[in-house]
């Protein structure tokens, strides 16, 4: 998901594909002047580590909202089109449980290593970073 993310927020996605029942919720989170954007599952929610800065101060919940509604206002802003897809058939359901239920196609090959991973909330799997392989760019999570 961080790397879709990446890329739609740098006008990189063509298509954004999501999983029509995602649960994940996008929370602003601030405080002062600071802000810090967060996606969590339903299982993190309760997590308070999530809802402080790099110093460990509390951050305040100024906006949420379920991820897939964002998607739905927001994905025109970026200059893509959005598909949804179901778990009910074969594809959409490797779709989900491969990519997480969020993934693109991009209009063009996109460097990914500019990603600052330390900023991104979702927990890295090095084995599947370890196996990435960058001629497959054009769909990923």
Do not use: C
């Amino acid at each position: 998901m961080k790397e879709t993310l990446y890329a739609l927020e740098n006008g990189a996605v063509q298509t954004l594909v999501v999983f029509e029942n995602l649960e994940i919720t996008r929370y602003v989170l601030s405080r002062g002047d600071q802000e810090k954007v967060v996606y969590l599952r339903p299982d993190q929610l309760t997590d308070q580590e999530h809802y402080k800065d790099k110093d460990g101060q509390n951050l305040d919940v100024k906006d949420s909202q379920q991820l897939v509604e964002w998607f739905a206002e927001n994905y025109k802003r970026f200059g893509a089109s959005l598909q949804f897809v179901s778990d009910k058939s074969q594809e959409g359901s490797q779709f989900v449980n491969g990519f997480g239920g969020v993934g693109a196609i991009l209009r063009y090959k996109f460097d990914l290593t500019s990603i600052d991973y330390l900023d991104m909330n979702e927990e890295v799997n090095e084995d599947e970073d370890k196996n990435f392989n960058e001629e497959e760019w054009e769909i990923f999570y």
